[in-house]
C-alpha cells in the first residue's frame, strides 16, 4: 500500500521574512519534489500558510491584521492567488491539485470528519494532490471553530487520513534546546522518542507573518505521533530534504510514533473533539479507567467542572486535575451534579428518569 505523506510549510518559509512577498524559488521546489513524490506512488497532501500574508502583500499592507473580520477579508483576497500560484506551478508538472478548505466544526461533527476522509481517499484515487488551509473567511475565533495555526490543522489531517508521515517546514533546521538564533550555546534535536520529554525546552516566538512557533510544532508533533504518524520538523527552504528522510537520512527533528492502537471512531474523539468541560475522578475510578479499561461510573465522580451537555466531548482529571482520559458524555453538568457519588441504580430515582448506567462508556473513551 502507498505511504502516506502529510506536508506542512509554514508562512516564514513560503515567503520573505521581511517584505512578506512569496520565495517563489522556494515555492517552486516544494511544487516539483511534491509532484515527484506523487509520481513515485506516495498519497500527497499539503497543508499550507500562507493565505493572509499574500493578501496583505496584494493590499500593500505592512504587517498581520490583529482584528478578526479584517483578517478573515484579508484571507479571501490571498487565497485565491495562493491557489492560482499552486495552480500555475503544478500545471506545467502536468500535476492536478484541489483546494480543501477545512474549520474546526467539519472535524468535530462526525459525519463530516467521516466525510473529508471519503474525499481524500477520492481524491488520492484520482491522482490529486490535496492543499488544504483552513477556511478563514469563515472561521471564527472561538473554541469550537478554529484550529489555531496550520500545525495543529496538519497534525488533524494526518490522524484524520491516518498518514504515515508528518513533515513540518519551517525556518529553521530542526528542533533546538533554545532558540539558536539568538542563543550560541543552543543544543540540536535529532530525535524524539515522546513530545514529553521536551518539557525543559525554550520554543521560539512566532515571526511576523506566521501565527505558529516552534510550541505550535511541538504540540502538532504530540497530535500526531498519538495517532501513529511519524513526524518530522525540518527546514522550509529545502523541500528536497522530504526525499531524503524517505531514504533514511537523519535529517531534521524526527519524532517517533506511538503504536496506531486507536480505531477511527476513537482517533476523532482524541484529536476531532474539543472538551467544553472537566469530571474529577476519584481514585478508584482513575484506576479501572486507565488500568483495567472501564467505563466512568457516576460512582467515581467526586467533582465537575464547566457547563456541557450530554454527548458533548468533556475531558476526564484526576483530583490534582490531571488529565487522564478524554470522551463523549451521556450526562449534562446539571444532571451529573445531581448523581456524582452516587451507585447506577440510585440514578433513576435521584433524576426522575431511566439514564445510562454509564456516564462515558468505555467505547467512547480515550486514554490521554
Not at 4 to 9: E, G
Not at 141 to 148: A, I, P, S, V, Y
Not at 330 to 339: F, K, P, W
Request: glycine share 8%; net charge negative.
Amino acid at each position: 500500500m502507498s505511504l502516506t505523506l502529510v506536508i506542512k510549510i509554514g508562512t516564514s518559509s513560503l515567503t520573505n521574512p521581511e517584505t512578506g512577498n512569496l520565495a517563489l524559488s522556494t515555492v517552486a521546489l516544494l511544487v516539483e519534489v511534491l509532484s515527484t513524490l506523487r509520481q513515485q506512488g506516495y498519497r500527497v497532501i499539503l497543508v499550507s500558510s500562507g493565505a493572509v500574508g499574500v493578501g496583505c502583500t496584494r493590499l500593500q499592507r505592512k504587517e498581520r491584521p490583529r482584528d478578526i473580520a479584517l483578517k478573515q477579508a484579508i484571507a479571501a483576497v490571498g487565497q485565491g492567488r495562493l491557489m492560482r500560484m499552486y495552480d500555475d506551478l503544478f500545471s506545467i508538472l502536468k500535476q492536478p491539485i484541489a483546494q480543501v478548505l477545512l474549520t474546526r466544526r467539519d472535524l468535530q461533527e462526525r459525519v463530516s470528519y467521516l466525510n473529508a476522509y471519503d474525499a481524500f481517499q477520492e481524491l488520492f484515487d484520482l491522482g490529486v494532490i490535496p492543499i488544504v488551509n483552513e477556511n478563514d473567511t469563515v472561521a471564527v475565533d472561538e473554541l469550537t471553530r478554529k484550529f489555531g495555526d496550520n500545525d495543529a490543522l496538519a497534525a488533524l489531517v494526518a490522524s484524520l487520513v491516518e498518514a504515515d508521515w508528518l513533515f513540518l517546514l519551517t525556518d529553521v533546521d530542526r528542533l533546538y534546546s533554545a532558540d539558536p538564533r539568538t542563543d550560541p550555546d543552543a543544543e540540536p534535536i535529532a530525535r524524539v522518542r515522546n513530545p514529553a520529554e521536551l518539557t525543559d525546552v525554550e520554543v521560539t516566538n512566532n515571526s511576523a507573518w506566521g501565527t505558529g512557533g516552534m510550541s505550535s510544532k511541538i504540540s502538532a508533533a504530540r497530535i500526531a505521533t498519538g495517532s501513529g504518524v511519524r513526524t518530522v520538523i525540518t527546514q522550509g527552504k529545502y523541500p528536497n530534504y522530504i526525499h531524503q528522510i524517505l531514504e533514511g537520512k537523519p535529517i531534521g527533528t524526527q519524532f517517533d510514533p506511538a503504536p496506531r492502537t486507536l480505531n477511527a471512531r476513537k482517533r476523532w474523539i482524541a484529536n476531532g473533539l474539543i472538551p467544553t468541560g472537566k469530571i474529577l475522578l476519584d481514585p478508584g475510578a482513575v484506576g479501572a479507567i486507565c488500568d483495567r479499561g472501564k467505563s466512568l461510573l457516576a460512582v467515581g465522580i467526586s467533582g465537575i467542572s464547566g457547563r456541557f451537555q450530554a454527548s458533548d466531548a468533556i475531558m476526564l482529571c484526576d483530583r490534582e486535575g490531571n488529565e487522564v482520559a478524554r470522551g463523549i458524555v451521556n450526562y449534562a453538568s446539571d444532571e451529573l451534579t445531581l448523581i456524582k457519588g452516587h451507585r447506577s441504580d440510585e440514578i433513576e430515582a435521584i433524576l426522575g428518569y431511566e439514564g445510562s448506567d454509564t456516564v462515558v462508556h468505555r467505547d467512547n473513551l480515550v486514554l490521554s
